[in-house]
């Protein structure tokens, strides 16, 4: 049986024909290092993140 790809917000937005760019990030393991990097306090965040895992070498 063949495993199914992911699906994710870009898959999703390619598929309805948006166009959108995609962003590279150091990694970040938790919501410190989330804020850190995205420069918006934990104070002014949403509860939950969502986080895509991408290449090294960016998305494909």
């Known amino acids: 049986m063949k495993a199914l790809a992911p699906v994710?917000?870009?898959?999703?937005?390619?598929?309805?024909?948006?166009?959108?760019?995609?962003?590279g990030h150091a990694d970040a393991t938790g919501p410190v290092e989330v804020c850190a990097a995205s420069g918006v306090p934990p104070e002014r965040t949403a509860a939950t993140a969502s986080i895509a895992d991408l290449p090294a070498d960016g998305p494909a």
């Open 8 to 23: 994710g917000p870009p898959e999703i937005l390619a598929s309805l024909g948006v166009s959108f760019p995609l962003h």
